[in-house]
């Protein structure tokens, strides 16, 4: 395992388990797709995207680096 510059082992294992949703996200969205199309699927699963950026945008986490 490497240990990056900044956090070490525990930054790398909050990454791993960041991702670990991943595959099961896109079985999901493949089968709504296949159930209900894929533009319907796409707009509301950018519209999810959407949501959580302009809620990040909002989170008191955005202007914790500056000083």
């Keep these: 395992?490497?240990?990056?510059?900044?956090g070490g082992r525990s930054r790398e294992?909050?990454?791993?388990l960041h991702?670990?949703?991943?595959?099961?996200g896109a079985a999901v969205l493949t089968w709504t797709a296949e159930r209900h199309g894929t533009a319907p699927?796409?707009?509301?699963a950018?519209?999810?995207c959407v949501l959580?950026?302009?809620t990040a945008l909002?989170?008191?986490v955005?202007?914790?680096g500056r000083g």
Excluded at 19 to 24: F, G
């Design 13 to 16: 294992i909050t990454s791993d």
């Design 41 to 44: 699927v796409a707009l509301v």
């Design 58 to 60: 909002l989170s008191p």
């Design 19 to 24: 991702y670990a949703a991943a595959p099961v």
């Design 46 to 48: 950018g519209g999810a």
């Design 1 to 6: 395992m490497a240990y990056g510059a900044r």
């Design 62 to 64: 955005r202007g914790a």
């Design 52 to 54: 959580v950026a302009g």
